[in-house]
């Protein structure tokens, strides 16, 4: 028994499977119209143009300052990453980013060409003048506004901003343009021609710092810059009204309790002490 363990009792057997196949049955193909061309391909061909949508709207550059940078930024390091070793640095990147802000952080400086200097005056154009001045700041002064610091805290404050703030800070600016403008066109005594060019260009520089305020929805970056030179415009600001009383203190004869120049005198050292 040991010599056959292992050795199967069963002969084998071998299955057969004929495969039977399935005649093959041509297809007809047709040529309805005789074009030499069978009709299921006459399906993707045409003689009439084949006519695209449209485009809705066209691409254009941003036009706000944070768009600007963004797209600049990105152009830059792109650049200097194709450069490889000689491209430059992201430090490089940034403080040219940085320095384009800086730049736009800039305005217009009036200067003695843009002002009327009386190089002859008397006492009457210096009350005139005082009159007049004061008057420009009473005239555009905003009643009942809450400051154009608190307005855009409480805005920042908010996730969606209420257009109103935007409005409120937008009012603002416009007052400091008009006295700015306002104050362009009256004749000063030459020895008040730099005071009078401080209070146009200290109204500019509030105008423009108030202006970015009202699009910080808009532009971000723009009120950044902006906004980090508007304490230094406020300082200045006071120090011009201060400047103005100084020069028309030694005048004070010439005016009456009831001239609008009165407002001054709360900027005298004497009244804040």
Do not use: C
């Amino acid at each position: 028994m040991l010599s056959t363990f292992g050795v199967s009792n069963f002969e084998s057997q071998v299955a057969s499977v004929a495969a039977t196949q399935a005649p093959r049955v041509a297809i007809e193909v047709l040529d309805e119209n005789l074009n030499g061309i069978e009709d299921w391909r006459d399906e993707f061909i045409t003689t009439e143009p084949i006519l695209l949508d449209p485009v809705d709207s066209t691409y254009e550059p941003p036009t706000t300052l944070t768009g600007q940078l963004g797209i600049d930024f990105i152009e830059d390091y792109i650049r200097s990453k194709n450069a490889g070793l000689f491209g430059s640095s992201k430090e490089e990147v940034v403080q040219r980013t940085v320095d384009v802000m800086t730049q736009r952080a800039t305005y217009d400086i009036y200067d003695i060409p843009d002002i009327t200097i009386l190089n002859e005056w008397d006492d009457s154009s210096i009350r005139d003048y005082g009159n007049t001045a004061a008057l420009i700041i009473t005239n555009n002064n905003i009643d009942g506004s809450r400051g154009e610091i608190a307005i855009l805290s409480q805005a920042l404050g908010e996730v969606s901003p209420d257009q109103q703030y935007m409005d409120e800070l937008a009012a603002i600016s416009e007052a400091y343009k008009t006295m700015r403008d306002q104050m362009l066109t009256i004749p000063v005594p030459a020895i008040m021609a730099k005071q009078h060019l401080d209070f146009i260009n200290t109204y500019n520089a509030l105008y423009e710092s108030i202006k970015a305020m009202s699009i910080s929805t808009e532009d971000p970056a723009f009120t950044l810059i902006r906004i980090k030179r508007y304490q230094d415009d406020a300082t200045g600001l006071k120090f011009v009204m201060e400047n103005m009383y100084t020069t028309l203190e030694p005048h004070a004869d010439l005016f009456t309790a009831e001239d609008p120049a009165l407002i001054f005198a709360f900027f005298s050292s004497e009244f804040n002490s």
